[in-house]
């Protein structure tokens, strides 16, 4: 096998089809049918089942392709690192919350323009877990998330800083107004989330017993945090979110603390995969540990 066979194999399972894949590649369809097979060949075994309306991966695809990226992404690191001197330079992509991309990750940005002037940053919002699974793939090169701390199979995780959550809600709520606010309290008021798939708001809904009534309070589920806050000081229900996310609102009384604190912790950290790590990831994480140090120390 080679790199141009594993490149049209991965471009057909990523698009779904020759054509468009060619059309990705640059090259003509035969060529890509052409390495698919001649891939099949080498491997001795089918790779990709041709269906009226695409394809669709075997099991023996299922198993090289995470390889398949693997080889693709350190041969392209290899050409980099030969072409570069050894600088930190090329692509990196990344995965992130909003709440993290909004109010950790920007200044992260503007040092890596500044201090590495051939390393192109590209950002995705996702939830936690489609953006672990996706390192694991090899789709992304690393990524940021809230959570709490633990191994990761096949993943190298890093803690940047300890990441406070605060339950919040408008100035007329009820529940803000409270001197103590139980667990059975938060089950009769709407739920409004931000960061969607964040694992703390399952931890967070399993703890007030969300998982286990009858009739479930409603959860509005938003997909920008700053929707998720005018929705909250609109009176509309109570969110938990990262106190980093808040800090504004809360300081001017456009929201204000519930008086209820999660009985667990959650921390900002960075994960990326054990192998293949390249110059431009290493410089992203380490540049990402001294940003946050700091931003943690004038807090």
């Not at 080498?42 to 990709?48: H, N, Q, Y």
């Not at 201090?115 to 940021?144: H, N």
């Amino acid at each position: 096998m080679d790199a141009p066979q594993l490149a049209a194999f991965v471009a057909v399972v990523d698009i779904g089809s020759f054509t468009r894949a060619a059309a990705r590649l640059k090259v003509s369809q035969p060529t890509v049918t052409t390495r698919v097979q001649a891939l099949e060949q080498s491997v001795g075994a089918t790779l990709l089942e041709r269906l009226p309306r695409g394809i669709r991966l075997t099991p023996a695809g299922e198993e090289l392709l995470p390889y398949a990226r693997e080889i693709i992404a350190l041969t392209e690191r290899a050409r980099e690192a030969v072409s570069s001197g050894g600088q930190p330079h090329g692509r990196v992509e990344v995965g992130t919350v909003e709440s993290l991309t909004n109010y950790r990750l920007l200044p992260l940005i503007e040092y890596l323009y500044l201090r590495y002037p051939k390393v192109q940053v590209s950002m995705r919002s996702s939830a936690c877990g489609e953006t672990i699974a996706k390192v694991r793939e090899g789709r992304l090169d690393c990524a940021f998330f809230v959570d709490s701390t633990g191994g990761r199979e096949d993943l190298d995780t890093r803690v940047l800083c300890p990441e406070p959550l605060v339950l919040v809600g408008g100035p007329g709520s009820q529940l803000t107004g409270r001197a103590t606010v139980s667990d059975g309290d938060l089950l009769h008021a709407t739920l409004i989330r931000a960061d969607n798939g964040a694992n703390y708001h399952t931890r967070f809904e399993r703890i007030i017993g969300l998982d286990v009534v009858e009739e479930r309070p409603r959860i509005l589920e938003l997909d920008s945090i700053a929707a998720a806050k005018q929705s909250v000081a609109n009176g509309l229900g109570v969110a938990l979110l990262p106190t980093i996310a808040v800090r504004r609102e809360l300081a001017t009384g456009e929201l204000c603390r519930v008086n209820w604190k999660p009985p667990f912790e959650v921390y900002t950290q960075v994960a990326w995969r054990r192998t293949g790590r390249s110059a431009a990831v290493r410089a992203l994480v380490d540049a990402a540990t001294q940003v946050i140090e700091e931003q943690s120390s004038v807090a």
